[in-house]
């Protein structure tokens, strides 16, 4: 799954972005049980679960910003070639650097004037009084519009190399095209996070829950589009897990090799049936390597 660069640091993206949502979403139970407690909030037992979910939650808007990225560069620059060791020191500089270092200004900007956290109903930043919260709103919505634009970008040029005129039969309509694409990368690109605009300029309950109930399931989102529906991880489980239950029991060695074998025949139907091949017949050898590479991040 990981032999090339490019899937290699697609994973990379996927597992950062699922730990940063991870520990932000544990910091924000956490805030929201002290809330719940006292009123009004203890900036002593509130300010170190505020720093965390804002660094956190900054942590996965950049690396969905990385992903982004790194499709970007292997759409548009299909000659230019940068090393592993490279993109990765890259990678966690923006991914990790970035948002400890907006983090720690926040928290020295306003923090003396004890206007770092809201006084009231919740542990988060502050509004009314410090326009702190701006340290969070705008990185988050200065990156759900890149990835936007990147998702526009990748959709055109696939559109524009003839998809329709390489994949399977029903495939071929450019709206299914579109459809899937938009399926597997909205949650990996936080485009959902959007909605954040509604919640801030309106007070209607239904934006509200939308919001919420769309961000609240990126994880789920991450893992179907962004993991389960990849056909090597689905090739690899095919593979892998018969063999594991062949290794434990000798009694069910026969049951768990054709169980493999179908197991592998089947995936292997899905992916020849799922797999965009979006390379034109006359570029170059460089060049097709390259695009092929970066659809796979979209569609292993």
């Not at 949502?21 to 809330?35: E, Q, W």
């Not at 634009?149 to 495939?171: C, F, N, S």
């Not at 768990?256 to 197991?263: D, Q, R």
């Amino acid at each position: 799954m990981t032999r090339n660069d490019t899937s290699y640091m697609r994973h990379v993206s996927i597992v950062n972005i699922a730990v940063s949502l991870l520990i932000a979403n544990i910091c924000f139970i956490i805030g929201a049980a002290v809330a719940e407690q006292e009123q009004p909030t203890s900036v002593g037992r509130c300010s170190p679960a505020v720093f965390f979910m804002h660094f956190f939650y900054l942590a996965l808007f950049f690396w969905m910003l990385i992903s982004a990225l790194l499709l970007f560069y292997r759409t548009v620059m299909v000659f230019s070639q940068m090393s592993r060791a490279r993109m990765m020191v890259i990678a966690f500089i923006v991914g990790y650097g970035a948002p400890l270092l907006i983090a720690v200004i926040t928290v020295a900007s306003t923090a003396g004037h004890e206007k770092y956290i809201t006084k009231q109903l919740a542990c988060w930043l502050n509004w009314n009084e410090s326009r702190a919260l701006l340290a969070f709103v705008i990185p988050a919505l200065t990156i759900v519009a890149i990835n936007l634009v990147v998702l526009i970008v990748v959709l055109y040029k696939m559109l524009r190399r003839g998809v329709g005129a390489t994949t399977q039969p029903d495939e071929k309509h450019a709206l299914v095209v579109i459809a899937r694409c938009v399926a597997i990368l909205t949650p990996i690109f936080g485009l959902t996070w959007g909605f954040g605009i509604g919640t801030m300029v309106s007070r209607n309950e239904g934006i509200h829950v939308v919001f919420a109930l769309l961000n609240s399931l990126q994880g789920l989102f991450i893992l179907v589009f962004g993991t389960l529906l990849d056909s090597k991880v689905r090739e690899s489980l095919a593979v892998k897990l018969p063999l594991q239950n062949l290794s434990s029991s000798r009694t069910q060695s026969t049951s768990a090799g054709s169980s493999s074998t179908s197991g592998v025949n089947f995936f292997q139907r899905m992916r020849r049936r799922n797999v965009y091949n979006v390379s034109e017949a006359n570029t170059s050898s460089a060049v097709t390597n390259s695009s092929n590479s970066s659809y796979a991040i979209i569609n292993s």
